[in-house]
């Protein structure tokens, strides 16, 4: 997704689940090789921004990898407890969209 595309989808998906007062972040984070963050996002919506390569993102709502791994469908929308993991020998960067209800 792109950062235009998220700014202009995330106000109508959050209204559609009845949400109406919420406000935007903007994320970005280094995940070390070999290594995994997890981030508690329970009153939020992490929504990726473009394709980071070799990540894997997984949350309540699903998976994204980007590693050689298939899966069947990558989600770009994450809340719960989110796991970022960097399975490469090398550091990655992700960017987000973090939108935090304040209903």
Request: charged share 20%; net charge negative.
């Given at each position: 997704m792109t950062e235009q595309f998220i700014l202009q989808y995330a106000p109508i998906r959050l209204e559609q689940q009845g949400y109406k007062r919420f406000y935007f972040r903007h994320r970005h984070f280094i995940v070390?090789?070999?290594?995994?963050?997890?981030?508690?996002?329970?009153?939020?919506?992490?929504?990726?921004?473009d394709e980071p390569p070799g990540l894997v993102?997984?949350?309540?709502?699903?998976?994204?990898?980007?590693?050689?791994?298939?899966?069947?469908?990558?989600?770009?929308?994450?809340?719960?407890?989110?796991?970022?993991?960097?399975?490469g020998s090398t550091k990655r960067r992700i960017r987000f969209i973090q939108v935090i209800i304040v209903n």
């Open positions: 070390e090789a070999e290594s995994t963050i997890v981030i508690p996002a329970y009153n939020q919506m992490f929504f990726i921004i993102v997984d949350s309540d709502y699903g998976m994204y990898d980007s590693t050689d791994n298939l899966i069947p469908e990558c989600i770009h929308v994450h809340r719960g407890e989110i796991r970022i993991t960097n399975p």
